[in-house]
């Protein structure tokens, strides 16, 4: 039985590195992305969990950005998909 508790214990010591790698990529990905790009990521980010709809989740995040007129349709569609793919990273 000890040894199963001592495998356990470092499986459950292991998930945070690997959610801390997924959010390192993602961080690296998001680093890549322009200036439009970067504020979709970077106000959607905080809204993503496993269960998240990217794909409606940056819609949500864009769609008043470019109402508001503080991006340009042309510009919010590519920046939007790229910052998805980041995203994608969070999951």
Do not use: H, W
């Not at 008043?64 to 569609?77: E, F, H, Q, T």
């Amino acid at each position: 039985m000890p040894l199963r508790t001592i495998a356990f214990s470092l499986f459950l010591l292991a998930l945070p590195a690997v959610a801390q790698a997924d959010q390192a990529a993602a961080s690296a990905c998001a680093n890549q992305l322009s200036k439009d790009g970067r504020t979709i990521y970077d106000r959607t980010a905080p809204t993503v969990t496993a269960k998240t709809d990217i794909m409606d989740a940056v819609t949500s995040t864009t769609r008043p950005l470019v109402m508001n007129g503080s991006m340009s349709r042309d510009a919010a569609r590519p920046a939007a998909e790229a910052a998805g793919e980041c995203l994608k990273l969070l999951k």
